[in-house]
């Protein structure tokens, strides 16, 4: 038996489609957690975010490269322990990655750690945290709504966020634990364009538990495991 990462490959392969595409010099980040808050009890897993396994891909070469960490039950582990199924969550930055600003800061990072005296550095991770940090344009603006949903509709949140923003430039995805609201920047009509960053901040802080989480972050994949939930955007009515 083994791990399953893709629960509904349609609606991953929609999500796939709705990436912007890239330029020759960027690339996606994409990174599977176990989180210790969809497995509790489990005392080997003490972090919420414990990094299981990380890489890049060009879109062509999403599904296949997710389908690779479908590896048997056990492979994955924490403190010689075993990972379980319910703790899996594949997540993705939306926005490019830039190559060519990662390759740049590595060089630096580089550089600092062969002249110190700890040489106990990994230089593949070290270089895929230079990309995960190197944006290379901003197409989404994401805000974490995390919120008990059954006190949070659908339609309250199109009703309240539609005062703010135009609805073709909202992405609403359902996450496991609330909502991820997506502006594409682009697509804000001129009468928001001063006022939109705002309104969605009140609308996080009125909302959310967590209102640090904004920006230029990640979110669960569309059509793959978060915690066994299946992530999926929902259309604007």
């Known amino acids: 038996m083994n791990y399953e990462i893709i629960k509904d490959i349609s609606i991953l392969e929609k999500f796939v489609d709705w990436l912007p595409e890239i330029t020759q010099d960027e690339t996606y980040y994409i990174c599977l957690f176990a989180r210790s808050k969809y497995c509790k009890g489990i005392n080997h897993i003490n972090t ?20 690779q960490l479908e590896c048997p039950l056990g492979s994955y582990k924490q403190k010689q322990n075993t990972v379980p199924q319910e703790a899996l969550a594949l997540y993705i930055n939306p926005n490019p990655r ?35 940090k190197a944006k ?34 909202v992405h609403l995805l359902e996450s496991r634990g609330g909502y991820h609201l997506l502006i594409e920047i682009q697509k804000v009509h001129q009468e928001f364009k001063n006022k939109w960053y705002d309104g969605i901040r009140r609308f996080q802080q009125n909302f959310s538990t967590d209102i640090l989480n904004r920006g230029d972050s990640m979110i669960p994949i569309p059509g793959c495991t978060q915690g066994n939930f299946i992530p999926h955007f929902i259309n604007f009515k």
């Not at 901003?138 to 135009?166: A, C, G, H, P, R």
Request: no cysteine; aromatic share 6%.
């Open 48 to 67: 919420d975010k414990a990094q299981l396994k990380r890489f890049t891909s060009d879109r062509s070469r999403i599904i296949d490269k997710i389908k």
């Open 136 to 169: 290379s344009r901003m197409v989404y603006m994401d805000f974490d709504i995390d919120v008990d949903k059954s006190n949070l509709s659908v339609d309250t949140v199109y009703s309240l966020i539609e005062q703010t923003v135009n609805k073709e430039a």
């Open 98 to 132: 830039s190559n060519i600003k990662a390759a740049k800061n590595g060089l630096i990072r580089l550089a600092h750690l062969v002249t110190e005296e700890n040489h106990g550095y990994n230089f593949h991770q070290e270089m895929l945290s230079e990309v995960q």
